[in-house]
């Protein structure tokens, strides 16, 4: 008999919008789409267009936990949304979710991956047959917050898998993830769409949406590009639809060296459990542009928190400008040192975006001339009396800069800022930090993605093992 089963259309959107509760303009207009069993898709599109809100609407998410309206039918194997409950769809379709930390909830990633089955009715085999196909064996009996993230990932597809779902998708799943993580992941889901299932992918890395047999890219929440040319990301015109073409040159940079040292980091070493930090040494000069590499759980963050005193000194020196990190108060280093988060998520805590920005002014004693300036750089004046929580990612990763960058910090320390903002925002940003690299600022990333900063780095840091060399 034929097989003819890759013509099942496994999602069918008609004329689908949805605006959420309150909110001034639809996140999405009439979007239609169907989405055939086995394929791979790619999402691609600026921030806040509308990515994240289309996949919540393909998982019955939106409208079950989301107030506001939709209008139009979204139906996933023949299922309405709307009219079926949410366990009956979710058995259909499993998503990673862009900020996948919420979506895990015991303390051990075994009974993670059991909670799926009613009563934790899996049988031990099919717990083995899902942990070797997600490299999880060793892991089984860990804590999943305590794993790396490209784990954490895999835990949480795991738990999708164990219900065998047709569909998964994956919100901006490599946003933390260093490549060989990335490497992994995609074998992952290259098998896993050999053997049958649909998978949809949304992303701002176009090299890791090179895979995909199939294109979309939503603008402003229309569909507007839906190809299944495999040489589509290779097209110049991308980039005028918001899409970081594959191989963009970020650009060579001359070195500057810096004789006034600024930060000397002595023999630092950090112990919980196991040791973390051993012996670490370095000097940064005034000025400089530093960037920090090393694979997922290698010491990066810890590193730098150890810098704006999150985390105190357990063996070795900091010095800073001259004075050792332990004369400093928490305030004093607060507003000599801006640091940004690895996830905006962990920096956005007030009611509007006006306060978001002014909080820090007030905690920090300083006046509001830089307010409106702030807001207007990093494009979020019409956002101004906004909700921080209800933005998209990448327009949360901006608001997360605009909230430290106000002050001014003569040290900025910037943990993967990158992985949530589309091209533009990303291009915008390097022009920022070039323009404030060259009034004399000394900058601290840590990234995964060196080419970003290509135009910028002075030096190359690498942390590996609790040790650091220079590269
Ligand atoms: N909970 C919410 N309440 C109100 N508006 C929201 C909410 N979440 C998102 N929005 C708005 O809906 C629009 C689409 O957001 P969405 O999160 O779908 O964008 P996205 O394409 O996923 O962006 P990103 O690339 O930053 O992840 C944006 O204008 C955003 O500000
Ligand atoms: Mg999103």
């Known amino acids: 008999m034929v097989d003819l089963s890759w013509l099942i259309m496994v999602i069918e959107i008609e004329n689908l919008s949805f605006s959420f509760l309150g909110a001034k303009k639809p996140a999405l207009k009439n979007i239609n789409l169907r989405i055939k069993r086995g394929e791979f898709v790619a999402i691609l599109g600026p921030n806040g267009c509308g990515k994240t809100t289309l996949a919540l609407c393909m998982t019955g998410i939106i409208p079950h936990f989301f107030r506001g309206k939709l209008e139009g039918r979204v139906l996933i194997n023949g299922k309405d949304t709307r009219e079926n409950e949410i366990h009956d769809i979710i058995s259909d379709v499993g998503i990673l979710m862009q900020d996948y930390e919420s979506q895990l909830f015991f303390p051990r990633v075994d009974d993670e991956i059991r909670f799926q089955i009613e009563n934790f009715g899996i049988s031990s085999k099919k717990m083995e047959e899902i942990s070797k196909e997600m490299k999880l064996s060793p892991l089984l009996k860990r804590n999943p917050l305590e794993l ?3 784990e954490k990932q895999r835990v949480i597809i795991a738990s999708i898998l164990v219900t065998d779902p047709d569909i998964l998708i994956l919100d901006e799943p490599t946003s933390q993830l260093d490549s060989e993580e990335r490497e992994h992941l995609l074998g992952i889901l290259r098998h896993l769409n050999a053997h049958g299932k649909t998978i949809i992918l949304i992303t701002h890395n176009t090299h890791f949406a090179r895979y995909c047999s199939r294109f979309l890219v939503i603008r402003d929440g229309r569909i507007v590009e839906d190809t299944r040319d495999r040489g589509f990301l290779e097209k110049a015109h991308i980039s005028d639809l918001g899409i970081e073409p594959i191989n963009y040159n970020w650009g060579n940079h001359k070195i500057s060296t810096s004789n006034d040292l600024q930060i000397t980091i002595r023999d630092l070493s950090y112990k919980v459990e196991r040791p973390v930090l051993k012996k670490i040494s370095a000097d940064i000069g005034n000025g400089e542009f530093i960037l920090i590499l090393g694979k997922n759980g290698s010491g990066k963050t810890t590193l730098v928190k150890h810098l704006n005193k999150l985390l105190k000194v357990q063996k070795g020196r900091i010095i800073i400008n001259g004075k050792g990190i332990e004369d400093y108060s928490q305030r004093e280093i607060a507003k000599l040192i801006g640091f940004i988060f690895q996830n905006p998520e962990h920096q956005i805590f007030r009611n ?14 300083l006046n509001e001339d830089n307010l409106n300036k702030t807001l207007e750089l990093f494009n979020l004046k019409e956002y101004r009396d906004r909700s921080p929580h209800a933005f998209s990612t990448g327009e949360k990763q901006r608001i997360a800069l605009a909230s430290v960058l106000v002050s001014e910090p003569d040290i900025i320390i910037l943990d993967e800022p990158m992985t949530y903002l589309d091209f533009e925002a990303k291009k915008h940003l390097i022009e920022y ?39």
């Open 148 to 150: 790396s993230e490209g």
């Open 352 to 365: 509007s975006v006006e306060d978001e920005i002014r909080f820090t002014l007030d905690s920090l004693g």
């Open 433 to 471: 930090l070039r323009a404030i690299k060259e009034s004399g600022k000394t900058i601290i990333v840590i990234s995964h993605y060196p080419d970003y900063y290509k135009s910028l780095t002075d030096r190359r840091f690498i942390i590996a093992d609790g040790k650091i060399s220079e590269e």
